[in-house]
């Protein structure tokens, strides 16, 4: 749309933005007035807005509060001769993109202009992602307020319309099945089966009969015809989840049928043609599990197309009071219950855990603080109550902690690499030998215990 509305009082600025912003390729909306600025946001939608900080009739920071209110994505940037540090601060905190003093650099403000048109573009690709996919998706896979998250909502978007594979990879608990859905969702093939399959649950000995399917005699016991996993995945989408935990023996098998796009049923000498998008994920490292001799290279090349990974929770701390409101609400509808939010203190104990079972494990945690809490605020005692679920190594420790710890362990790491020889592990460390020493005093650490005997 690339369609900016400017709002000032000053005639001269209001003609100097519409030509410079025009020369750069936008259609421009103006107005002199926070009256004359609502009445054209309602009758025309634009990506952003350039706002006089004082205007004749209000100011640029409660006219964007109101544009926000009619345009939620609306990016706006604030313009101003009585630039202060307060204001500037006041206008980021209630939403504003950026702030600019007048006067202003050209280059400068284009530059904001690009940037905000690019925060506006990404925002509407996942907002249209989300509608596509809500009715048929859990809230997990629409709640993406990390950068990580976000990126991977675009990578679904962009690899949804092909038929091309796709690995999904990831921590157990992450939502990689998810992830399948909201592409299959937004395929040309969602109105046509998703069918997942659970490799690690599924025995050696049944492997092939579960996927191919089997005829009336194929073996003993088959006394009816069967059709198998891949059948009921015509037209649609086949999740393989877990795809490491197929035995060495039936992956040659599994890459055949991935090669040809055909397979025998057991029992029949006829093939069927298959006709379906295939997803798989994993939670191991599969270059290593090929080294390891537990998975087949030339597999892993036929699945390993398009990647998709899923960051853990730990790295996406945006989206977890967000996923908490959300289990919330729903155990609280679920079981009836008045529960209405959690105490600070619990949020910061969920803030600080890792999450190793990821959103899986997140989701248990607030199931059963709703279940077992009596009042309107979950109680510090409900999260994460049980003594193994605190795992000390596994806790974010405050970040001055952590550099300490980082610095101490780094500076150990060196003393054993040169045997205790300080002006090396000074070299290395791009200090002065002096400054170096330092440090060893400030952890207690001795050079005697480094050297070797």
């Known amino acids: 749309m690339n369609k900016i509305l400017v709002v000032d009082d000053d005639p001269s600025i209001l ?40 205007l004749g009739d209000g100011n640029g920071i409660e006219l964007m509060e109101k544009l926000k209110e009619m345009m939620p994505l609306l990016q706006v940037i604030i313009l101003t001769a009585y630039g202060t540090i307060q204001n ?58 990390s950068q990580s998250m976000i990126e991977v909502l675009k990578l679904v978007k962009q ?62 016991g088959a006394d009816k015809r069967r059709p198998g996993f891949f059948a009921k995945a015509q037209k649609g989408t086949f999740f393989f989840d877990e795809v490491s935990e197929i035995p060495m023996t039936k992956q040659v098998k599994l890459l055949r049928v991935l090669q040809e796009s055909e397979y025998y049923p057991l029992g029949s000498s006829q093939t069927v043609k298959l006709d379906t998008r295939i997803i798989a994920a994993t939670n191991k490292d599969l270059v290593s599990e090929i080294a390891a001799g537990r998975f087949r290279q030339d597999l892993y090349y036929r699945i390993h197309v398009i990647p998709i990974h899923v960051p853990p929770l730990r790295q996406r701390l ?14 609280a509808s679920d079981m ?26 997140l989701k248990n945690v607030i199931e059963y603080a709703v279940a077992m809490c009596d009042s309107e605020v979950i109680g510090e005692e409900l999260i994460l109550q049980s003594p193994g679920e605190l795992m000390g190594n596994d806790i974010l420790k405050p970040l001055k902690v952590a550099k300490k710890d980082f610095e101490k362990e780094y500076i150990r790491k060196l003393l054993r690499l040169t045997e205790g020889n300080v002006s090396q592990s000074a070299k290395f460390a791009g200090k002065y030998r002096a400054d170096f020493y330092a440090l060893m005093k400030k952890y207690d650490l001795e050079i005697e215990d480094y050297r070797s005997s």
Request: charge should be negative; include cysteine.
């Open 336 to 361: 009836r219950k008045p529960v209405k939010r959690i105490c600070d203190a619990g949020l910061n104990k969920i803030l600080k855990y890792a999450w190793p079972g990821n959103v899986r494990e």
């Open 88 to 145: 500037a601060v006041t206008a980021m905190e209630k939403g504003a993109y950026t702030y600019l003093a007048k006067p202003f650099d050209d280059e400068q403000l284009m530059f904001q202009i690009k940037s905000c048109m690019e925060k506006s573009r990404l925002s509407r690709e996942v907002e249209n992602l989300r509608d596509m996919v809500a009715s048929q998706l859990g809230f997990e896979n629409i709640i993406c307020k």
């Open 15 to 54: 003609t100097v933005l519409e030509m410079r912003l025009e020369a750069g390729g936008y259609d421009v909306l103006m107005a002199a007035s926070v009256k004359e600025a609502l009445s054209v946001a309602r009758e025309n939608a634009f990506d952003l807005a350039l706002l006089d900080y004082k």
């Open 318 to 331: 945006e989206c977890i009071p967000h996923l908490a409101d959300h289990f919330l609400r729903k155990y």
């Open 159 to 220: 690899t949804a319309g092909t038929d091309s594979t796709i690995l999904i990879s990831g921590e157990s608990g992450t939502g990689k099945e998810l992830i399948a859905k909201s592409v299959h969702h937004a395929s040309l093939r969602k109105d046509e089966p998703f069918v997942a399959v659970n490799c690690a649950a599924l025995p050696e000995n049944l492997f092939e009969s579960e996927l191919f399917g089997y005829e009336k005699g194929a073996f003993t």
